[in-house]
């Protein structure tokens, strides 16, 4: 079944303890994202891939870190987590000119940092 | 400044009627325009989009307005069902060398009464 998946699915962690939410694909895509959504903000982009190696800032990058080092896998780390970082957090990827180019998203990490 | 802009946070409509979910965007340089819909607790899914160089696309149900010259999108769902209650999100794609950036609006929480 093709998907996205993300671990873990929800967390509670402190401020400044660095953590590292997991995204895989297995549908051989370019392209990964990573979005969190607040309320009343809508999704907002992190950070996107456009291939292995090949990682760049989206609208709401700080405090964030991305890595890209095999096509399946798009890890978020945050370093040194606040509070305001907590959020809800999507990955999703897509296959660049298949021509509808939608983005299949992951199910969502709930992120609480105290 | 937001490049897409949802106006209406809410929408309610009756079972059978006519949905019509608006977006408005600023830049004229995207290239692509999309629509997910989203569930509680789930990731956003992909619904319909269109190319910048059409004006309708149809699928079912599902149609999408583009007017270029207005820089507004629309979705317009008929008949609109129970099962269509969710946020259904516009979103912007532009991707020139070396960039493939989706920006989505806030959102707009569509309510179908039975």
């Not at chain 1, 180019?101 to 992951?106: A, L, T, V």
């Not at chain 2, 190319?51 to 629309?74: C, M, P, Q, W, Y």
């Not at chain 2, 769902?77 to 516009?90: E, M």
């Given at each position: 079944?093709?998907?996205?998946?993300?671990?873990?699915?929800?967390?509670?962690?402190?401020?400044?303890?660095?953590?590292?939410?997991?995204?895989?694909?297995?549908?051989?895509?370019?392209?990964?994202?990573w979005y969190r959504q607040d309320?009343?903000l809508g999704l907002r982009q992190i950070?996107?891939?456009?291939?292995?190696?090949?990682?760049?800032?989206g609208d709401v990058?700080?405090?964030y870190?991305?890595?890209?080092?095999?096509?399946?896998?798009?890890?978020l780390?945050?370093?040194?987590?606040?509070?305001?970082q907590t959020s809800l957090y999507f990955?999703?990827?897509?296959?660049?000119?298949?021509?509808?180019?939608?983005?299949?998203?992951?199910?969502?990490t709930?992120l609480?940092?105290? | 400044?937001?490049?897409?802009?949802?106006?209406?946070?809410?929408?309610?409509?009756?079972?059978?009627?006519?949905?019509?979910?608006?977006?408005?965007?600023?830049?004229?340089?995207?290239?692509?325009?999309?629509?997910?819909?989203?569930?509680?607790?789930?990731?956003?899914?992909?619904?319909?989009?269109?190319?910048?160089?059409?004006?309708?696309?149809?699928?079912?149900?599902?149609?999408?307005?583009?007017?270029?010259?207005?820089?507004?999108?629309?979705?317009?769902?008929?008949?609109?069902?129970?099962?269509?209650?969710?946020?259904?999100?516009?979103?912007?794609?532009?991707?020139?060398?070396?960039?493939?950036?989706?920006?989505?609006?806030?959102?707009?929480?569509?309510?179908?009464?039975?």
């Amino acid at each position: 079944e093709a998907q996205v998946t993300q671990n873990p699915r929800y967390l509670i962690t402190v401020t400044g303890k660095k953590l590292t939410v997991t995204c895989s694909q297995n549908m051989n895509h370019e392209y990964m994202s990573w979005y969190r959504q607040d309320p009343g903000l809508g999704l907002r982009q992190i950070y996107y891939s456009m291939n292995v190696e090949v990682t760049d800032k989206g609208d709401v990058p700080e405090g964030y870190k991305v890595s890209r080092k095999e096509k399946r896998n798009f890890p978020l780390i945050l370093e040194s987590p606040s509070p305001n970082q907590t959020s809800l957090y999507f990955c999703a990827s897509s296959s660049r000119g298949q021509g509808r180019n939608e983005q299949y998203f992951g199910p969502g990490t709930r992120l609480t940092v105290t | 400044d937001q490049q897409v802009k949802q106006n209406s946070p809410s929408l309610s409509v009756q079972e059978g009627r006519i949905s019509i979910l608006n977006c408005d965007y600023t830049n004229s340089m995207f290239d692509y325009f999309l629509w997910y819909k989203k569930y509680p607790a789930e990731g956003p899914t992909f619904l319909i989009s269109i190319s910048s160089i059409k004006d309708k696309n149809e699928d079912g149900r599902f149609t999408v307005f583009l007017n270029k010259s207005a820089k507004h999108l629309s979705l317009h769902i008929v008949p609109s069902q129970p099962g269509d209650s969710a946020v259904y999100f516009c979103a912007v794609l532009a991707s020139g060398a070396g960039s493939y950036q989706l920006t989505f609006g806030k959102g707009t929480k569509l309510s179908v009464i039975p």
